[in-house]
């Protein structure tokens, strides 16, 4: 078998990655004994948009870091992290990615629409699909403490949204 | 990340989360859920394939209009081709126990020295 055909997936068992499963594997291995509890929630808010696609403003959240650092930085150095704006204009040529979990064997984050599909949202405004994109993106961390997150980051995130206009967003994490 | 959706959500604002990690953002429950089977880094397309990136972006915008209840996921109709990523990330074995243990032992130091230093959130 040469090395660019596929592995098949075994198919007896899960085919997609349990990243709860994972995680708590490996940070065992790692020698930490409590397993980090993920947030589990029974049901969820929905709030249809309140307007069409083609009239409304989109916001683009990200986990990157808006740091033009180069990828082998000392991530000692980098400052203390918390939610953020940044201006589009002009687009940033690059994000931060390192010290996220991402998958640094199988793949690299240099194309930035790979997870932050700036110019792709772009293309949909120019074809009207999209009104238009808010003039800044913004930055979540990811947090150890979903009280972090629920109580400081993400009420922040919504106070750049609504100062920014925007109906609807989306949201990608690395 | 899917915190920050059920908070948007709970707010006015409709969102639509795109990612990799199924079971975490399937477990935290979000409204709109595109899911891209990739390895972690790339859930809006492999780097550089633009037509790649075209077709998940608008399938997530998609959603916005064509989701009626809260928890739909989606799966972008690709696959990564090379299935290796899935038993290779995060893997412990025999052969990586001792190496992990010590990666642990320094990611712990790490962490000890950024909270003495004062170099962690306050919150």
Known sequence: MSQQEPTPADAAYRVFVSYIDKSRIFYQAQG??????????ADSPFTPPAKPLGESRLGLVTTALSLDVADDVDVA????????????????????????????????????DSFFPIHRLQELVAAGRLGSISPRFYGIPTEYSQRTTREVDAPQILEYLRHDGVDVALLVPL | MSLAARHLEANGIATVVCGSARDIVEQAGVPRFLFTDFPLGNPMGKP??????????????????????????????????????????????ESNLQALRRAGERRRARQARARHEGRVRSS
């Open chain 1, 32 to 41: 930490y004994e409590r397993p980090y509890r993920w947030a589990y929630n």
């Open chain 1, 77 to 112: 150095t980098l400052p203390v992290e918390s939610a953020y704006a940044a201006p589009l204009d002009p687009t940033p040529q690059r994000l931060y990615t390192m010290n996220r979990s991402w998958d640094k064997k199988a793949t690299h984050t240099n194309d930035l």
């Open chain 2, 48 to 93: 550089y394939d633009i037509a790649m990136q075209q077709a998940i972006t608008a399938l997530a915008i998609d959603l916005f209009e064509s989701v009626t209840c809260p928890r739909t996921t989606v799966q972008a109709p690709f696959t990564w081709g090379d299935d290796a990523w899935r038993a290779d990330y995060m893997r412990v074995d």
